[in-house]
């Protein structure tokens, strides 16, 4: 099955720098890779997606980019702001019917002001 | 916005009871899921349902585990014994189409087995 390796484990940047966070996965056939953001207690919430039909997806400070070939994929947060500390996840989406996802450790990102 | 909602947010439980955690989806989805997170760790899948089955399943969701639409707007998961490692955040999603498509997490259901 799918698995996600996710690295670092944990990020600390300056307010105003930028953070990468990069995943691979293993299943060629997975194409949905979303990323979500997780403060402490609560729900994820997705802050982008990108399907395998686009290599690069840009929202405002956040950028995702996918390279199907090497099977890896990337979080970029340009101008980071201390209300950007959580947890991220990337995740895969397999092939198969249903639209499970399989998450990969998440990042602890923290940004000091 | 619509919202996919839990309850209840904290349930406490003896070792071997059963539980039900509830989850209302967003109305106009058709496949739910429930994920659960070890304090901690990552997000792990368990279950999928659509059209009033289990899609797919993990190697954690074994016979102790069932889940059930009753009606036309709960999705419940039911632990019939629970054990201590079943202690865990148990996240119930939405999802609009079965492939490629954003899930809605509800706020999750902190379960502690004592």
């Known amino acids: 099955g799918e698995n996600v390796e996710q690295h670092p484990s944990t990020l600390s940047v300056q307010e105003g720098d930028s953070a990468v966070i990069k995943c691979t996965y293993s299943?060629?056939?997975?194409?949905?890779f979303p990323w979500y953001k997780q403060e402490l207690g609560k729900r994820p919430q997705l802050i982008i997606d990108i399907r395998s039909n686009v290599g690069e997806k840009k929202d405002q400070r956040i950028a995702v980019t996918l390279n199907k070939t090497a099977k890896h994929f990337s979080l970029h947060i340009t101008e980071t702001q201390p209300e950007d500390s959580a947890v991220y996840f990337c995740?895969?989406?397999?092939?198969?019917?249903?639209?499970?996802?399989?998450f990969g450790a998440g990042t602890i990102l923290r940004v000091k002001s | 916005e619509p919202e996919v909602t839990q309850t209840p947010s904290h349930q406490v439980t003896q070792m071997g009871q059963e539980v039900i955690l509830h989850c209302v989806p967003i109305s106009n989805h058709l496949y739910f899921y429930w994920y659960r997170q070890i304090l901690g760790q990552k997000v792990e899948f368990l279950v999928s349902?659509?059209?009033?089955?289990?899609?797919?399943k993990s190697e954690i969701f074994d016979d102790q585990f069932s889940v059930e639409r009753p009606d036309g707007s709960n999705f419940t998961l039911k632990i019939r014994s629970t054990k201590l490692e079943d202690s865990a955040m148990y996240f119930c999603a939405s999802t609009s189409q079965g492939v490629n498509t954003e899930a809605f997490f509800g706020q999750g259901t902190r379960l502690t087995v004592v």
């Open positions: 349902f659509y059209n009033n089955e289990i899609s797919e």
């Open positions: 995740a895969a989406s397999p092939m198969e019917y249903g639209n499970k996802l399989v």
């Open positions: 299943d060629s056939a997975s194409n949905y």
